[in-house]
């Protein structure tokens, strides 16, 4: 089955780091581009990060660039976000997504919520 | 980056009906467009891809159309399934950028 499960959320205080993890299995990893999205509870939804097979191809939103770091380990089929000096408006549903070979979201996690509080 | 305006913003229908939603791009491409369905507490699953291209396992009453800036996604007979937000998206460039959602009710 192909399937991401993700991991890492949580109650954080603002200012601090949080990092996020997505494992992934039934596909080759390697093979695909994969994103972070996140959706405040009840609102849309908005496109964090992206990165290509081999890490030379990464975008960041406006909204989170300088402050969270994507990255991917193929050997571990997985894929994290570093989340640092997070702040009220980072709390959301996180999702780990794969793009499938036309660029559109295919796969999706199951979500991890951070929750930014002090 | 390429803004996503979804409409209307809710649409309230009966089963059976036909329903059509609308997404406008504030600069033109392709077919780089693509619709998801969100129920609530589910992530989003993808339903048309290339502006017209069903995704594996959707039922043939969804449909897609449109290219340049004007995209609609079509429901052509209502199912109680079928009420749920809706999001259209751009993957023609980064930031890959998503509408606004559009809510669809049951009347």
């Known amino acids: 089955e192909v399937q991401l499960v993700q991991s890492g959320g949580g109650l954080i205080q603002p200012g601090r780091s949080l990092r996020l993890s997505c494992a992934a299995s039934g596909f080759t990893f390697d093979d695909y581009v994969i994103h972070w999205v996140r959706q405040v509870p009840g609102k849309g939804l908005e496109w964090v990060s992206g990165i290509n097979w081999n890490e030379n191809n990464i975008a960041y939103a406006d909204s989170v660039k300088g402050r969270f770091t994507i990255s991917r380990d193929n050997a571990k089929n997985s894929l994290y976000l570093q989340m640092n000096s997070l702040r009220a408006e980072d709390m959301a549903l996180y999702y780990c997504?794969?793009?499938?070979?036309?660029?559109?979201?295919?796969?999706w996690g199951q979500g991890t919520m951070v929750t930014v509080s002090s | 980056e390429i803004v996503m305006t979804q409409s209307p913003a809710t649409l309230s229908a009966s089963p059976g009906e036909r329903a059509t939603l609308s997404c406008r791009a504030s600069q033109s491409f392709s077919n780089n467009l693509a619709w998801y369905q969100q129920k609530p507490g589910q992530a989003p699953r993808l339903l048309i891809y290339?502006?017209?291209t069903r995704a594996t396992g959707i039922p043939a009453r969804f449909s897609g159309s449109g290219s340049g800036t004007e995209f609609t996604l079509t429901i052509s007979s209502l199912q109680s399934e079928d009420f749920a937000v809706y999001y259209c998206q751009q993957y023609y460039n980064w930031p890959k950028t998503f509408g606004q959602g559009t809510k669809l009710e049951i009347k």
């Open positions: 997504v794969k793009e499938n070979y036309w660029g559109a979201f295919d796969i």
């Open positions: 290339g502006a017209s």
